[in-house]
């Protein structure tokens, strides 16, 4: 189906100026009632003011509405929730949440079905929806992960600006000893898909390329003074080939790895090569700017460093798409050339991307994408070089604020937000209490907090604080609906009452009077209007807000199990900013390297013990078994002299055996003693005698 052919952008913005211009003349007129009659300006020199048609304005003082305005009564949702609709779509894209068609219309026929409108939207409402609102367009999405939604914060960002502020304050280092340093993965084979020419009529045009998807990471490192010191490259491999360095235009050192990634013995190498490059410039502290990976954070580096007057400060975390340098300014356009240099060695000199070239084609790509101007704008834009802790813009930061609209609700609330509300109204009458003193230094008492588990168990969100887990089948109540009640609306009827005081009104006095009586009604209307427009938007807000509450509920539901901490997890827990170098970082990552230790051996012992328990429990399976066959002999050779005295008629028959004293339950070999858990402690499996005794004493008792 076809779009329907609607008005230009021109044709439309001149249609709303013509509009705009009708009501402002309508209201200019109606306002100039109260001055006397030969101030006042007629329809006709109104309408020439304003550069509009005198008759259609005549027609809009007389009540009728304007083309906009009629048309707005035709359309399926009111301004007030197109407004809210908008303001939605604006928001969730700030805050990286960005809508679709579909999710558009989803949210708007909920909106529909909430007012009792049987109507299945299309595409071409979805195309009319967008050319009423110019301010709104489409783009192709770019992936940001969930935590770097979170991550960039005015919180975090406040605290690194504020540890980069006290280290530059304190060292004093010029722009030459600043650096920042990341990795970069490029990778063999994958490039972007060109547009290529071949004949007509193919379904699928090939072309040759290199299938390989190994891994290569490149460790860049820039500096304020506008150049970059020699790269490190880490390929995937065990040994180093002399032939990879052969071809090395910027004599980049050279690793391995079993992935192709960096790791805690290439970030200590990286450490000595970083050092070995800057030493010249050692009179001052060196800053190296670099992200929280684990191999910036071993205790073997961060020692080298510290020794070496040079400062390791890390980014919050999940913030180096906004505050890394290398990442905002250089990393693109290096990936971008990068795939050309590879193009044009594949297309046209027909060769394949391997180790031995890489050096060579990778050294053209960085040229072109390192240079001095990139690099001055990659520390300009992230705030490091020149100084500037406000560079971080709202928009930035808008994906971390919480998803609720702050806005006043215009309708009835649901029981819990009346709860809530109630509960929050008495915290603040606390506070306020608290607040209000004589003055002097007395403690200040403390204030309980609010509990929510007893202000929301009698509602129905009682399953929001139940111990039952959340469950998809559970949500919150449904958004209340509410409307303007028609009696709020004027009668109109006022203006049929031509007596006043006993007498008749003369023409004039009439005519004054209906003038005045139609201004006051018609300001009457707006405010009418603007009181139901405030419904209508607050009730379209609630049904998105419903939408989405049931959305992060679904999702809240779906969350995995957190994953295990880790040593440079812990530390990194507070999700701020990290003086690596610094005493007191050092010291934590110390001691934590030591419990880790503890750890490996207690887990070793643990792994230990459960292979001596599988031997224990194998040897125990072998002794009963011997144990079981030898007292089962003894029990046959009893019944054959039994049966040998029966025949020789002796009256007195042979004593049975006691088997089990015959064959005791062997003692445990000293090898494979283990510790067990009884009620006075721990204690060796041979010294919890009641348990010894219990289990000899079902076995014999099976063969007695």
């Not at 000595?272 to 990976?293: M, P, S, W």
């Not at 070239?357 to 050294?363: E, G, M, T, V």
């Not at 168990?457 to 559970?474: E, G, I, Y």
Request: charged share 30%; glycine share 6%.
């Amino acid at each position: 189906m076809p779009p329907p052919k609607l008005l230009s952008a021109e044709k439309r913005r001149a249609f709303l100026e013509k509009e705009a211009a009708k009501l402002t003349a309508r209201d200019e007129w109606l306002a100039q009632m109260d001055l006397p009659p030969k101030d006042r300006l007629s329809i006709r020199k109104m309408a020439l003011k304003h550069k509009v048609d005198h008759v259609g304005l005549g027609r809009l003082i007389q009540g009728q509405p304007t083309m906009g305005e009629f048309n707005t009564k035709k359309q399926l949702l009111t301004p007030a929730e197109e407004a809210t609709v908008v303001a939605l779509l604006l928001e969730q894209g700030n805050r990286a949440f960005a809508f679709n068609h579909k999710l558009l219309v989803g949210a708007v026929q909920a909106i529909l079905d909430a007012k009792k409108v049987c109507v299945e939207l299309g595409r071409a409402w979805v195309y009319r929806f967008f050319k009423r609102h110019p301010e709104l367009g489409t783009y192709r999405a770019t992936g940001l992960d969930q935590p770097r939604l979170n991550g960039l914060n005015p919180t975090s960002a406040n605290q690194y600006w504020d540890t980069v502020e006290e280290l530059y304050t304190l060292h004093q280092s010029p722009p030459e000893n600043i650096f920042g340093m990341d990795e970069v993965g490029i990778n063999q084979g994958i490039s972007p898909r060109q547009i290529v020419i071949a004949g007509k009529g193919k379904r699928v045009q090939h072309q040759a390329k290199n299938a390989e998807k190994e891994n290569i990471t490149v460790l860049e490192t820039i500096c304020a003074d506008r150049t970059t010191l020699k790269p490190t490259v880490i390929f995937k491999g065990t040994y180093i080939m002399a032939k990879w360095g052969e071809d090395n235009p910027n004599d980049a050192s050279i690793a391995v790895s079993g992935r192709g990634y960096t790791d805690g013995e290439i970030g200590v190498a990286y450490m000595h090569d970083f050092n070995e490059q800057t030493k010249e410039k050692a009179g001052h502290a060196r800053f190296l700017f670099v992200d929280g990976h684990r191999s910036h954070c071993t205790l073997e580096a961060l020692d080298f460093a510290a020794a070496n007057n040079i400062a390791l400060v890390s980014y919050p975390p999940h913030t180096t798409h906004a505050l890394q340098g290398l990442d905002v300014a250089c990393f693109g356009s290096l990936k971008t050339y990068w795939g050309q240099e590879k193009t044009d060695v594949e297309n046209r000199k027909r060769q394949r991307i391997t180790k031995e070239n890489f050096l060579r084609i990778y050294s053209r790509a960085r040229s072109r994408s390192l240079t001095p101007q990139t690099i001055a704008s990659a520390f300009r834009a992230t705030g490091l070089v020149p100084f500037n802790r406000n560079i971080l813009t709202d928009a930035q930061m808008a994906p971390a604020k919480a998803n609720a609209q702050h806005a006043d609700f215009a309708v009835v609330l649901p029981t819990p937000a009346r709860a809530i509300v109630s509960a929050h109204r008495k915290y603040l009458e606390q506070e306020e209490r608290s607040d209000d003193g004589d003055g002097n230094d007395s403690p200040a008492v403390p204030i309980s907090p609010i509990d929510l588990r007893p202000v929301l168990r009698n509602t129905s969100a009682a399953f929001l604080v139940s111990q039952d887990s959340s469950s998809p089948t559970k949500r919150l109540p449904a958004a209340v609906l509410n409307t303007v009640p028609s009696s709020f609306e004027p009668t109109y009827s006022m203006t049929n009452h031509p007596h006043r005081g006993g007498r008749t009104l003369t023409y004039h006095e009439m005519e004054r009077r209906v003038r005045m009586m139609e201004v006051k009604l018609q300001k009457a209307k707006d405010v009418i209007a603007k009181q139901r427009a405030v419904n209508a938007g607050a009730n379209a807000q609630l049904v998105l807000r419903d939408l989405h509450l049931e959305q992060l509920q679904q999702e809240n539901f779906e969350l995995k199990k957190p994953k295990k901490s880790s040593t440079r997890r812990k530390l990194m827990s507070t999700k701020m900013a990290r003086h690596l170098t610094g005493e007191a970082f050092r010291e934590a990552l110390q001691l934590m390297a030591e419990e880790d230790v503890v750890k490996a051996a207690q887990k070793k012992a643990n792994e230990m013990e459960r292979d001596r328990s599988k031997l224990r429990k194998e040897w125990r399976a072998q002794e009963h078994e011997m144990r079981k066959a030898a007292q089962q002999e003894a029990l046959a050779a009893w019944e054959e002299e039994k049966a040998e005295a029966t025949r020789r008629g002796k009256k007195r028959m042979p004593a049975k055996p006691k088997v089990t004293l015959l064959y005791p339950r062997a003692r445990t070999p000293d090898d494979l003693k283990a510790l067990k858990k009884c009620r006075g402690g721990q204690k060796k499996v041979e010294e919890c005698a009641d348990d010894e005794s219990s289990e000899s004493g079902s076995e014999s008792s099976e063969w007695e």
